[in-house]
């Protein structure tokens, strides 16, 4: 409460109002009671404007930004933003680009307006402009040649000569004691030996370019100067891309002598019928001119030359490796690398297999996944955008045939034996195996297997006696041992189930409680 007694009373002083009333020219006022005490006054306060910006100078034409929005300020918020040049509103943009636009010394201000209608102070500042800088134009000297003889006419262009801010608007040319103010003049020649022909030009801002020259030869020989033709039943020579066009030359003469060189303005043309290749679209310049045996060289003849586009051609798609039926579970390869486009080259690729989308490489992999017939179809498209028609192939998928095998492989036969058990041993054929995948009964299933053995046992003794052979087809066989048996034979042979047989033999002595196996040497 009492920092409000204190702006009321300061402003009272300020303005001179009494005590029954409020009057101020920046600032508005509201009662309001506080706590049930008596109604008291809140100030509005007018707002502050503020110009950010450190130009000072500028050009005319060019455009400057302004800030009044950062810096700017009031008690409750601004509402409107109005600038001026020299008393001028010109914008209500807090943040504008002025444009300056004439010479002088500027005055840039700018007034804010707040939420209650109350207006800022002018804040301004001054801005110098000045005048653009010109920029002088440049003389160009053409259609000059290098040798003259006297009483020859000298042709001068000054058409190429430019001015980068405005225009050309004068020329001033001199050559041997004359002058010419003609942007293409002609002057004859008179004085034998070196001379120059000079050239400066002025433009629109009454600015004077440098001075060029160009030296030429005059030469005392009676040889008249010759005369460059070429097509000359073309006045612009037409073609279209990728043909060639003959040049001939051969109608450019010299009065008083021979013609001893054909000079193009294109480094691959030569000689009097050259052939120019239109490779590139567009608009150019054939220029020739010759030169005789005196060395006198002709004015050159320039004729434009309007290569347009090639009717495009459509490309052609390809489709090769790709059989007319697969496997189901094989992959397929097809190859659209021999698609092509006779006037460009091929630039992408589109596969599709029964009407989707399936790759945009030039060498896929597909996978023949399910029985039946697959139209696989392939578009091309070349350098300019263009679409090849569509090439289909159809491609029947089939199931897999069963492997058969084309030979089997005989069983192995494999003795193994168990611990002394105080009488004899026992023999088994369970390590004996067949080693085929597949066995020859048109069935998938896996039938390595031994179907049946046969064992074969001979025992030899000290005395010279024989027992055997004896046996059985079991897989597992005992058989008994003593310390008067010298050795025994054991054969057992295996049968798998493709009817393959092998068999194995071994000799065994007893070294008690070892059976030891020995070499058989009868």
């Not at 933003?81 to 444009?99: A, R």
């Not at 190429?160 to 405005?166: A, H, L, M, P």
């Not at 004859?188 to 801002?205: A, F, P, R, Y």
């Not at 000290?462 to 897989?475: A, F, I, R, Y």
Request: glycine fraction near 6%; hydrophobic fraction near 30%.
């Amino acid at each position: 409460m009492f920092k409000y007694s204190l702006i009321i009373v300061a402003l009272l002083l300020m303005s001179g109002c009494n005590d029954t009333s409020v009057c101020c020219n920046d600032a508005s006022a509201d009662k309001v009671e506080v706590s049930g005490e008596k109604e008291k006054e809140i100030v509005n306060l007018s707002p502050t404007a503020v110009i950010l910006s450190k130009t000072l100078e500028c050009t005319v034409g060019e455009s400057i930004s302004y800030d009044g929005l950062t810096n700017s300020s009031d008690d409750s918020s601004i509402s409107s933003y109005s600038w001026s040049i020299d008393e001028k509103e010109v914008s209500t943009n807090p943040k504008p680009s002025l444009v300056c636009k004439s010479l002088g010394e500027k005055e840039i201000c700018l007034k804010v307006t707040d939420d209650q209608d109350l207006v800022s102070e002018k804040e301004c500042i001054k801005i110098t402009v000045k005048k653009r800088p010109l920029i002088n134009p440049t003389a160009v000297i053409s259609g000059v040649g290098d040798t003259y003889t006297i009483g020859d006419t000298l042709q001068a262009d000054g058409s190429k000569s430019e001015d980068r801010d405005g225009e050309v608007l004068a020329y001033a040319w001199s050559f041997e004691d004359a002058n010419s103010s003609d942007e293409k003049p002609s002057f004859e020649i008179k004085i034998l030996g070196e001379q120059e022909i000079c050239l400066s030009v002025v433009d629109n801002d009454d600015l004077n370019s440098s001075e060029v020259c160009e030296k030429i030869t005059v030469l005392s020989l009676p040889n008249k100067r010759p005369t460059a033709i070429f097509n000359p039943s073309d006045e612009s020579l037409l073609c279209t891309q990728g043909e060639t066009i003959l040049l001939n030359a051969s109608q450019s003469s010299d009065s008083d002598g021979t013609l001893t060189d054909y000079s193009w303005n294109i480094d691959s043309l030569s000689g009097q019928t050259p052939t120019f290749s239109c490779d590139t679209v567009g608009d150019s310049q054939i220029c020739l001119k010759v030169t005789d045996d005196g060395n006198l060289t002709s004015t050159e003849v320039c004729k434009d030359i309007i290569v347009s586009k090639k009717a495009n051609i459509l490309p052609i798609a390809s489709i090769e490796n790709l059989d007319v039926q697969c496997t189901v579970g094989d992959e397929i390869f097809p190859d659209g690398s021999n698609s092509n486009d006779e006037d460009g080259n091929v630039t992408s690729y589109e596969w599709i297999i029964d009407g989707n989308k399936t790759s945009a490489e030039q060498k896929p992999t597909f996978s023949c996944d399910t029985e039946g017939t697959k139209e696989i179809c392939l578009t091309v498209t070349d350098n300019d955008g263009a679409d090849s028609e569509q090439l289909c192939k159809t491609i029947t998928a089939i199931a897999a045939p069963i492997p058969i095998p084309q030979t089997t492989t005989p069983p192995i036969a494999v003795i193994s034996f168990g611990e002394y058990d105080g009488d004899g041993f026992w023999f088994d054929c369970s390590q004996s195996y067949d080693t085929d995948t597949i066995d020859g009964d048109d069935t998938p299933q896996n039938d390595e297997k031994i179907i049946s053995n046969i064992w074969n046992v001979t025992k030899y003794y000290n005395d010279g006696k024989v027992e055997g052979p004896h046996g059985n087809e079991l897989c597992q066989k005992w058989i008994g041992t003593s310390s008067d048996l010298k050795h025994m034979d054991i054969n057992l042979s295996v049968t798998d189930d493709d009817g393959e047989s092998s068999f194995t033999i071994k000799r065994y002595i007893f070294e008690d409680p070892n059976l030891v196996e020995i070499e058989i040497t009868d």
